[in-house]
């Protein structure tokens, strides 16, 4: 049985794995400052946040509920390195609004009878999953053991768990723990809620742990800015069809804007009471809508081409380049020179290191 490889905790390998997965619509980006609220009011809706830390052998006890809400998805981790696709899936299961998919959908028709660990046994079976995971597998060309390599206290190890909101309720998601573990119930604003634990979270660890990342699972920023390209040149439609209706010359501009709009809509009668000034200051505003919504399209199209140039070159295979680079060097007499150039300065690295 083929395992499943680690995978960094980037936010362009998490959205193309939400992609790949069948789950359209919706995006991961990386929040750096819990405090900035624009940075979280930009990123809004948001589904749910991805939190990673160092996982230590010791664990961390937790209060997990016993009794809970039966439409909560909750699976134990028991695929080793699985634990980043499945603190996304966790989210993505327990939001009703996402377009999840068929392969997911699937999984989770399927799973929903079984108890927590055999749905974690169940997710290492849905090749659509699995193959998307693995897609960012390392290139291992060398393979000198088939062993499992177990980790030890002081390597690095680091698990993703997830927060999210449920039916009023803001849940911590953690495959390692016994079962869900309730944050608390929330009026308007979940996040609010999730802020305070996953700061609490942070302080609990010692003061120099510095190896934390949050992500949050959203809205796609270009879904979004679609969408309200669409619902503004309705608006255009509806008040330049109705300013002519009123009588208003309209400018030539706005004749072409017309014209290449032009549907089938009927005048809203609301829109017959509002004056001319009103009107035009809706249709200005549709308009600036517009231009900020492509704006937005272009900067996530860019991004969007970062992830993927990143992507492809986390799972292209270097070791042919270097290998010929070595034979090269060789051919020219130049290896043993570099081979020592290279040896000095890992000493060197291996010196300035603080002693502990």
């Not at 990673?52 to 209060?63: C, D, I, P, Q, Y």
């Not at 068929?102 to 108890?115: P, V």
């Not at 723990?177 to 608390?184: A, F, K, M, R, T």
């Not at 742990?209 to 669409?230: D, G, H, M, P």
Request: proline content about 3%; hydrophobic content about 35%.
């Amino acid at each position: 049985m083929q395992e499943w490889c680690t995978i960094e905790s980037d936010p362009g390998v998490f959205t193309e794995l939400i992609n790949a997965i069948g789950v359209q619509g919706v995006q991961v980006e990386e929040i750096y400052d819990l405090n900035d609220e624009q940075q979280i009011a930009q990123m809004q809706p948001i589904y749910g946040f991805i939190f990673l830390f160092r996982w230590t052998s010791k664990g961390e006890k937790r209060e997990c509920l016993k009794i809970y809400d039966q439409d909560l998805f909750f699976a134990n981790q028991v695929i080793q390195n699985a634990c980043a696709t499945q603190a996304i899936i966790s989210i993505l299961l327990n939001c009703p609004q996402i377009e999840i998919g068929e392969a997911l959908k699937n999984y989770k028709e399927f799973a929903f009878a079984l108890d927590p660990k055999e749905r974690g046994n169940c997710l290492g079976a849905v090749d659509v999953i699995k193959t998307a995971h693995n897609s960012f597998a390392r290139p291992e060309p060398f393979i000198f053991s088939s062993e499992k390599k177990k980790a030890k206290e002081g390597d690095d190890v680091f698990h993703f768990v997830s927060y999210l909101p449920f039916k009023g309720k803001v849940y911590e998601l953690d495959g390692l723990q016994e079962g869900p573990i309730l944050i608390g119930e929330y009026q308007d604003d979940w996040i609010v809620r999730a802020k305070e634990a996953i700061l609490k979270r942070i302080q609990h660890y010692q003061e120099k742990e510095t190896a934390f990342t949050l992500l949050a699972v959203n809205q796609c920023r270009k879904f979004r800015a679609n969408q309200i390209i669409s619902q503004s040149q309705n608006d255009i439609t509806l008040s330049l069809k109705t300013l002519e209706f009123i009588g208003v010359d309209l400018t030539e501009e706005q004749k072409q804007q017309l014209l290449q709009l032009s549907n089938q809509q009927n005048i809203e009668q609301e829109l017959l009471q509002e004056t001319k000034e009103e009107l035009l200051n809706r249709l200005n505003l549709a308009n600036n809508r517009i231009q900020e919504a492509q704006i937005t399209l272009t900067e996530e199209n860019a991004k969007f081409q970062k992830y993927r140039e990143e992507n492809s070159r986390r799972k292209h295979n270097y070791i042919p380049f270097i290998l010929e680079l070595f034979k090269m060097a060789q051919r020219k007499g130049q290896l043993e020179g570099l081979l020592e150039k290279a040896q000095q300065k890992q000493q060197q690295k291996f010196q300035q290191q603080p002693k502990k």
